[in-house]
């Protein structure tokens, strides 16, 4: 069945550096590319997102970018601080479904 | 405020036990999911209801039930608990049909079945 690979499952960074998150899709369709950052105890919440149309969005600290023809897309978080600690959630979604990777912690070292 | 409310926060039950845990979303969204989160495991998609009457099982289906009588309101049942249904809870909506596009969180439900 279709999946969404996530890697790695654990990430330490020191503050200041770059956090790169990868994920794999199979099913083809898919065509929607959220972010979710849930921070210890609370809810996922939407950081950023992707359609499938394009290949990198960014955000101020944060950026995503999408390979189609790979089906893998990752996210970018420059200049890590403190408060970027927390799980991220990548995910793919199309009409009807939308499927989660398994998530990473990352964890930033003072 | 736009919000997704889920109640209770935290439960603990006993085995056999029927429990309903709410959900009710201000926002006039379509779309509505239940998710169960497990350490190593992720969120698995239990039920979503595309609009109101229309619902249809996730991943993880088996033990649950849910209705969608009114567009705001979706609660998921638990007929008959069983430990193997302890998890962290989340319901979720979107404005637009079928996609994850905006997915709004509720704050989680904590359910411990002994």
């Known amino acids: 069945g279709e999946n969404v690979e996530q890697h790695p499952s654990t990430l330490s960074v020191q503050e200041g550096d770059s956090a790169v998150i990868k994920c794999t899709y199979s099913?083809?369709?898919?065509?929607?590319f959220p972010w979710y950052k849930q921070e210890l105890g609370k809810r996922p919440q939407l950081i950023i997102d992707?359609?499938?149309?394009?290949g990198e969005k960014k955000d101020q600290r944060i950026a995503v970018t999408l390979n189609k023809t790979a089906k893998h897309f990752s996210l970018h978080i420059t200049e890590t601080q403190p408060e970027d600690s927390a799980v991220y959630f990548c995910?793919?979604?199309?009409?009807?479904?939308?499927?989660f990777g398994k998530g990473t912690r990352l964890h930033i070292l003072p | 405020e736009a919000q997704v409310t889920q109640n209770p926060r935290y439960l603990i039950t006993v085995t056999g036990k029927k429990l309903t845990v709410t959900c009710s979303q201000n926002?006039?969204?379509?779309?509505m999911s239940w998710y169960r989160q497990d350490p190593g495991l992720g969120l698995r998609q239990i039920y979503y209801?595309?609009?109101?009457?229309?619902?249809d099982k996730g991943d993880v289906p088996e033990g649950y039930k849910v209705s969608r009588k009114e567009k705001r309101n979706f609660p998921l049942i638990l007929e008959s608990p069983s430990p193997n249904q302890t998890s962290l809870y989340f319901c979720?909506?979107?404005?637009?049909?079928?996609?994850?596009?905006?997915?709004?969180f509720g704050s989680g439900t904590r359910l411990t079945v002994v």
């Open positions: 926002m006039n969204h379509e779309y």
């Open positions: 099913d083809s369709a898919s065509n929607y």
């Open positions: 209801s595309m609009n109101v009457e229309v619902t």
């Open positions: 979720a909506s979107s404005p637009i049909r079928g996609q994850g596009v905006g997915y709004t």
């Open positions: 992707i359609r499938s149309n394009v």
């Open positions: 995910a793919a979604s199309r009409e009807d479904k939308i499927i």
